[in-house]
């Protein structure tokens, strides 16, 4: 087995220090990762810290779509063949309920009160609107055809829903329950995310190879990103997932088959960088100090780990088979 | 003949004292180094040949080879980052096997007569010559790093860049003498050619400097056996895990022992009683 190489006394001191560092510095406990891996029709657990499994937790059939309530306390995951949205404890990854949740749910997304939850139905052409606590349907909104990227502003009042194949984002006014705008993006949307200002909605689209960035207020593209890799066929480049940090200043994309996450500057637009991971990357999140990015890889079957200040890709870690979904909370 | 031969342990004590073998290595450097920086062209060629590979052949596979991961890499890696250990031991192969060229040169032009009427005792000798074609295979390693990390090859942790200087120093070390010991058996410069067709390019490609061996297995068992074998692979296996802050030991164990074997030839080769040299005609012989 190969040892760390530390060959003088002077950098062995200067790594005891940067250690001793390192350790004052360490939150007190490692927080946890959940992927769901759809072929394998269950979600793995990682330490955050060690990155070692904790648990792989049996879901319903083909998970796919995660995410954790605001207070971090349940654990929400798409079982798409189920039909059915499966609420888990992160902490003993029990199942505690399960909602309805419309035909073949693929992604969702929490009011950020943490209630209702707004379901895309990719068969059904709806988005289904389910009360988190009571487990009741309370409305369905009629959209394109294949709805899947959903996106809520950060005071909840507008909901974006992207249609796979009408190739529209559907701004829906979540008070009415009523499309207020559409608007026409590149081919096979996936994936709609707001700025944290509220002022702008990212949509990926996966065939079209870009990335349209809607201004809210007027609903229209005002500015398109394209991706060239060198190396890569344009054909690779098939945007999914997007996630802006908090401050508004760094977005990434995931790039599917391209095996890329793209970092972009969101006051200028430009690539910064092209970050190599595994195969076919399409979700990402942010670890609640988003000081890390973790990608699931669908056909690699691991989870890269993004170091975000540096813009490195400092680990792979195997999952399950078909990693989709991934969440990350304290 | 066998007069030199047994005066040769004796003379040091005949008025050379430590400092004096100082002042012997400091030349042989020295001269080597200037005879490096004074061959423009060889500085050039040392440093264009790697960066060819790096940014024409490395940027064809970049697409389809950028997938696996094995240690020392905990992710996934582009090519070109693969096949930087490669091509830094690879500088050293060529370097190691030209500076015994330059042996051949030596022994041509007469100045190795010169070297070799020095009190210093053979071993002496050969190892200052391999320490100076150490110093100058760092040099031609490092400016290709310098290259490299602008082409964004370069290790996670800066400390890479110290930490493979100890394993290129080893490595270094082992393709020297073995440069040396085959330098004994070559008579004429042309000879070269034959060096780069028998043995660099066989030891370069049957090795882990351009393929993962794991790739090599799954398309031939006899050639994944042989690079298995190749202590080329080694010497690429320990700068990979040198550059990465890890110790590969079955490496470091094969380099040290290759380097053991190759400095014992050569100083039997040169040896006058028991060498090559005065059997093939060098200019001992002639004496």
Redesign the interface.
């Known amino acids: 087995m190969?040892?760390?190489?530390r060959?003088t006394m002077a950098?062995a001191l200067a790594g005891a220090s940067l250690a001793g560092l390192l350790a004052a510095t360490a939150p007190a406990e490692a927080g946890k990762i959940f992927v769901t891996n759809e072929r394998d029709h269950n979600m793995t657990v990682l330490d955050s810290e060690s990155l070692k499994v904790l648990a792989t937790v049996k879901t319903g059939r083909r998970p796919r779509g995660l995410i954790a309530s605001p207070d971090n306390k349940l654990i929400y995951v798409c079982a798409s063949d189920d039909n059915r949205v499966e609420v888990y404890d992160p902490n003993d990854y029990k199942l505690i309920k399960t909602l309805p949740s419309g035909p073949d749910p693929e992604l969702f997304v929490l009011h950020p009160s943490g209630n209702p939850l707004y379901i895309a139905n990719e068969d059904d052409a709806l988005v289904t609107i389910v009360d988190t606590q009571s487990g009741q349907v309370l409305g369905e909104i009629p959209v394109g055809v294949e709805p899947e990227g959903m996106g809520i502003s950060p005071d909840g009042k507008v909901l974006v829903n992207t249609s796979e194949t009408t190739s529209m984002a559907h701004f829906i006014d979540t008070s009415t329950k009523q499309i207020v705008e559409n608007v026409l993006v590149d081919t096979r949307p996936r994936v709609a995310q707001f700025t944290p200002d509220g002022k702008f909605t990212w949509v990926s689209a996966e065939v079209g190879g870009t990335v349209s960035i809607i201004e809210n207020a007027k609903h229209e593209v005002v500015k398109k990103l394209n991706f060239e890799i060198?190396?890569?066929?344009a054909e690779?480049i098939q945007p999914v997932g997007i996630r802006i940090s908090k401050d508004g200043s760094t977005a990434f994309v995931a790039l599917g088959p391209a095996?890329r996450v793209a970092v972009v500057d969101v006051k200028t637009f430009e690539v910064k960088k092209y970050l190599?991971?595994?195969?076919r990357v399409w979700q990402m999140a942010f670890s609640p100090d988003e000081k890390t990015l973790y990608t699931t890889n669908g056909n690699?079957n691991d989870v890269?780990?993004i170091d975000v200040e540096s813009m490195?890709?400092?680990?792979?870690v195997a999952v399950g088979r078909g990693p989709w979904g991934v969440v990350a909370v304290p | 003949m066998s007069a030199v031969v047994a005066d040769a342990p004796l003379r040091p004590h005949r008025g050379v004292s430590a400092s004096g073998y100082l002042v012997c290595l400091g030349g042989i450097v020295w001269r080597e180094s200037l005879r490096f920086l004074h061959q423009r062209g060889r500085f050039l060629s040392a440093l264009v040949r790697p960066l060819v590979w790096l940014f024409i052949f490395a940027?064809?596979f970049?697409?389809t080879l950028?997938?696996s991961?094995i240690?020392?890499y905990?992710?996934?890696?582009?090519y070109e980052v693969y096949i930087a250990p490669g091509l830094m031991a690879m500088i050293q192969l060529f370097n190691g096997l030209q500076s015994s060229l330059s042996m051949v040169y030596d022994r041509e032009v007469g100045a190795m007569r010169i070297l070799l009427v020095s009190p210093y005792p053979r071993w002496f000798l050969l190892v200052s010559k391999l320490v100076a074609g150490i110093a100058v295979s760092l040099l031609q390693v490092y400016a290709f790093l310098l290259v490299a990390y602008f082409w964004d090859v370069r290790p996670?942790d800066p400390?890479g860049y110290?930490?493979v200087l100890?394993a290129l120093i080893l490595t270094g070390f082992m393709l020297g003498a073995m440069g040396l010991a085959m330098s004994s058996v070559f008579k004429q410069l042309e000879n070269f050619a034959s060096v780069m067709n028998f043995v660099i390019f066989p030891m370069f490609f049957a090795s882990s400097a351009l393929y993962p061996l794991w790739r090599v297995q799954q398309s031939s068992e006899l050639l994944y056996f042989i690079c298995t074998y190749n202590p080329f692979t080694h010497a690429v296996e320990l700068i990979r895990?040198?550059l990465y802050?890890?110790?590969?030991?079955t490496a470091l164990a094969v380099v040290a022992g290759c380097s053991a074997v190759f400095l014992t030839a050569a100083v039997l080769a040169y040896d006058p009683s028991t060498g090559l040299t005065a059997r093939r005609g060098g200019p001992d012989a002639a004496k």
């Open positions: 190969p040892n760390a190489l060959p950098l060198p190396g890569v066929n690779a095996n190599l991971v595994g195969q690699s890269s780990i490195k890709v400092t680990k792979s | 940027a064809g970049r697409a950028g997938v991961i240690p020392p905990e992710t996934y890696i582009l996670d400390m110290l930490y100890p895990f040198a802050g890890q110790l590969e030991w």
